[in-house]
């Protein structure tokens, strides 16, 4: 048996390959949409998939991210955002193969159909059960709920890239109805139905394995 540590930033470019060989993904860049909803993650898919296009001219990962989990002492908005969002760049949108700039999953989100994909990232995930959740900031819940739209109104493949130090050891469902309580503040937390991929399905997919 072989044991391999990886720093969290190294596991994320190890998923972001990944997502450039995905066949589902390759299929969609070619021949319909994908939508790479903003997220720490997912900037390191991004990058992986424009250069694969030689499109990455303009794309900096350290903008891409809407809500982001930062120590108490750093400002942010009600909703979890950095004040300053002047250098975000809107998610990354590619039609058949082309990076259509400055669009957001929102802006796209109706003509999405089936064969499209949209990846999106998560903040808590239950390894064993294969199952990953969203931190809900937006009191209309966010790209989360744009997303499902057309996931399941549409059967749009919803492909969720998450790190394994996103991991939690208690029953989801607990915590979802725990943290959603009406009593409750703070953040909300919403369950997203799609294939979680992580560092070890990374492996599996490059390797052969």
Known sequence: MAQVVLTPAAGKRLIAKAMAAHPDI??????GMVVIVAGTT???VAEEILAMFGQSDGFNRKCFYRGIVLPPAQLMSETG???DESGFPGDVVIVRG???KGKTISDVIDEMKQGDVILKGANALDVLGKRAAVLIGHPEGGTAVTALKAVIGKRVRLIIPVGLEKRIFGNLDEIVTRMNASESSGPRILPIPGEVFTEIDAISLLSGV
């Open 26 to 31: 390759q299929s969609a860049l070619y021949s």
């Open 98 to 100: 082309k990076w259509l």
């Open 81 to 83: 955002r950095r004040l």
């Open 42 to 44: 997912n900037g390191y």
